[in-house]
């Protein structure tokens, strides 16, 4: 691939010069920048070399600070400028002054997109094509393996300062897999995953910079709320960075909107009643609002309600109050991720360093329909406390989604789109900050953004292990309204569930032992028109280029016997 080896050969001036001089090693790296930033439109043209390294010594503010924000089970559709009725005005602020991918993708799991975002590669050849239980098998080892490097591995020999906070996911049972055994320098953060708001879930702990500070035996305080706390952690260690005067990577990983759903009362007491509309009104408005603002072409309907769906009109009064009360407590979570999200603006603001941050904030999932659909609404206390236990459910999952098809754990267009904010005032040109970019990305694109733009290296042996490759594309050229470099499809594997996108072609299937199905994503991004049997010729080709490309990436063999995969892959 084209970039990898682009990446590799400008990457090598900055590693040998680094071994003799710190300071010419940061100038050369911060010309690297410069350059990118230069906003030098002829050298974004030129194909085989990066934004970052074409005109020399120009003004400009030096390599940018990256905040990466990942959020947990959230659709496409969640937030205002992405087609929400949920209040999320600091988001949208980044998005009318940043820019908005609308093909963006992720995993369409929680464990694979992180094994994914931090390193660059697709989750099972980071060992994580599944959860974190071991398999026996390389693309099934269950915790990020030692052929692979993380996001803070790559920029800390850089001299980026690397902070960690939130879900981390990927690796937990030894302490050498947590985050600050990979490349972070400061870490607040679940090892184990996230799955709790007030009190940390039982078996699962929250370590501050390698050591265990609460668990079962060691309670959070009265008070603690995750979104809060690890927004609050993350200001606290760039505060050290500014001091140190090191430019920073932020990792901050989310565990809303995911179940247990539990949010302060008077938050959720602002959206109840709000829902008794229905799960059938609130697609159509939310792709009314996709519509108008540009989001979604017209060409693309909404999907249908999916089957094993009651019409609202069919539900009575009692379940509407029920699943209004279940919608409300969903919405809180993500307003009050919101606010975090304006409280860390605000922060890097006051501390002078917001212009030349760029900020990525992504979803690691489509909304999720484990449950049901009725959701579930159970527990000793009060809906939304820490002693209840409540999931959206697959009713209001599919309006989470709009206008696609299907569910987190699936690969088509509903369990994988999500939306990708980026933000970063001194290096979007004024005339793109509001634009919509339409050029597909995928998770594996933001380490290869991140080495660019900080002139780092993705080394080919770490720790005396050979790294593979990354994968993706630097996504600097498509801030700029240029053309990515990517030359490879895209691929995708979960549970069985299959997909290979190839321009505007995507071949998919659910489960196993599901067909193929066919799509051209420029007429139909809803895929609703499957013309698998018109192109049997093209199915075969990509059929047999995802079988090759699995096999190369450890998708391939399967962990289970046979060709039924656990039940939740495989029925919705
Ligand atoms: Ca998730």
New binding site residues.
């Given amino acids: 691939m084209r970039s990898r080896a682009r990446t590799a050969a400008h990457a090598s001036p900055a590693a040998s010069a680094a071994g003799s001089n710190e300071d010419e090693r940061i100038a050369m790296n911060r010309r690297s920048f410069l350059k990118a930033a230069g906003l030098g439109a002829a050298a974004l043209l030129t194909g085989c070399r990066s934004a970052a390294r074409a005109a020399a010594g120009a003004p400009g503010p030096g390599r940018p600070n990256i905040v990466v924000i990942l959020v947990?089970?959230m659709g496409f559709s969640d937030i205002g400028c992405y087609g929400s009725e949920i209040a999320t005005p600091n988001l949208d602020r980044l998005a009318t002054r940043g820019i908005r991918f609308t093909q963006f993708y992720n995993t369409g799991?929680?464990c694979p997109?992180r094994a994914s975002l931090l390193t660059g590669l697709y989750p099972h050849q980071a060992g994580i094509g599944h959860m974190t239980a071991d398999k026996g098998l390389p693309g099934y080892v269950g915790h990020l393996h030692e052929r692979c490097v993380t996001l803070g591995e790559v920029l800390r020999p850089a001299g980026y300062f690397t902070i960690m906070c939130g879900k981390w996911h990927v690796g937990a049972k030894d302490p050498a897999w947590w985050p600050s055994r990979r490349g972070f320098d400061r870490t607040y953060a679940c090892p184990e995953g996230g799955g709790f708001y007030f009190q940390v879930k039982k078996g699962r702990s929250i370590v501050r910079n390698g050591k265990v500070i609460h668990d079962d035996a060691h309670p959070l305080p009265e008070g603690w709320y995750s979104t809060d706390a690890w927004t609050d952690e993350a200001i606290g260690y760039i505060d050290e960075a500014v001091r140190a005067d090191k430019p920073f990577l932020v990792y901050l990983a989310h565990n809303a909107p995911?179940f247990p759903l539990q949010a302060p009362p008077e938050d959720i007491q602002r959206y109840r009643r709000k829902y008794l509309a229905g799960w059938d009104t609130l697609r159509e408005r939310r792709y009314g609002r996709q519509l108008a603002s540009g989001l979604i072409a017209k060409r693309w309907p909404l999907s249908p309600r999916d089957d094993g769906i009651t019409p609202w009109a069919n539900v009575d009064a009692e379940r509407r109050d029920r699943m209004d009360h279940i919608m409300a407590i969903y919405a809180a979570t993500v307003d009050r991720m919101d606010r975090s999200i304006g409280r860390l603006v605000k922060a890097l603001g006051q501390r002078g360093v917001l212009e030349n941050t760029l900020i990525l904030f992504l979803?690691?999932?489509g909304g999720?329909a484990e449950s049901g659909p009725w959701g579930r609404a159970q527990g000793k206390g009060a809906l939304g406390s820490a002693a209840s236990s409540v999931f959206c459910g697959k009713s209001w999952a599919n309006a989470e989604n709009t206008p696609f098809r299907y569910y987190?754990h699936f690969v088509h267009e509903g369990g994988i789109s999500t939306p990708l904010i980026a933000h970063w005032p001194a290096g979007i040109p004024a005339d793109r900050r509001g634009a919509f970019e339409p050029q597909p990305g995928h998770l594996i694109d933001i380490m290869a953004t991140c080495a660019d733009l900080a002139g780092a290296t993705y080394p080919k042996t770490f720790n005396g292990h050979a790294i593979t490759p990354m994968q993706g594309v630097s996504l600097v050229p498509a801030l700029r309204g240029q053309a990515l470099g990517r030359t490879e499809p895209l691929y995708w594997e979960h549970e069985g569930n299959r997909a290979i996108r190839d321009g505007n072609w995507k071949l998919v299937a659910r489960g196993p032992a599901g067909d193929w199905e066919l799509y051209d994503l420029d007429a139909d991004r809803s895929e609703l028109h499957n013309l698998a049997a018109e192109h049997p010729d093209r199915v075969k080709a990509m059929a047999d280029q995802w079988e090759t490309f699995a096999r190369k990436a450890h998708m391939l063999p399967w962990p289970w016997k046979g060709k039924t995969s656990r039940k939740k892959g495989t029925n919705p």
Avoid: E, V
């Fill in positions: 947990d089970d799991r929680c997109t995911h979803s690691d999932n999720n987190k």
